[in-house]
């Protein structure tokens, strides 16, 4: 079994930045990769960003290359989420989520355990 929190989220305005973190418990948290997701109100869960266990390997949703930054320190088992010049679009709960095996990352059903989610909006 693995303990998901998610922390960081808040309020910002267009263009600022918000870093989020996620803290694991249970098992080895470098045995698995991890993941952040986001949904927004009346919308599907989505993938953003995933890192593989060793942080060697990321993966990003086409529309925040550039602007997220997924990271983790397994010494801490936790994952991080830099996002940069948010826009209002950014505005969702965000979970982070891990996974045992390399396939299918950017695949929510693919995900094992998951976090109860964090609140980002972005004011315009």
């Known amino acids: 079994q693995v303990h998901l929190v998610e922390s960081g989220g808040g309020l910002v305005q267009a263009g600022g930045s918000l870093r989020l973190s996620c803290a694991a418990s249970g098992r080895t948290f470098s045995d698995y990769h991890m993941g952040w997701f986001r949904q927004a109100p009346g919308k599907e869960r989505e993938f953003v960003a995933a890192?593989?266990?060793?942080?060697?390997?990321?993966y990003y949703k086409d529309l925040v290359k550039g602007r997220f930054t997924i990271s983790r320190d397994n010494a801490k088992n936790t994952v991080y989420l830099q996002m940069n010049n948010l826009k209002p679009e950014d505005t969702a709960v965000y979970y982070c989520?891990?996974?045992?095996?390399?396939?299918?990352?950017?695949?929510?059903?693919?995900?094992?355990?998951w976090g109860q989610g964090t609140q980002v909006t972005v004011s315009s």
């Open positions: 890192i593989s266990w060793s942080g060697g390997n990321t």
């Open positions: 989520a891990a996974k045992f095996g390399g396939v299918g990352v950017t695949t929510l059903t693919r995900y094992n355990y």
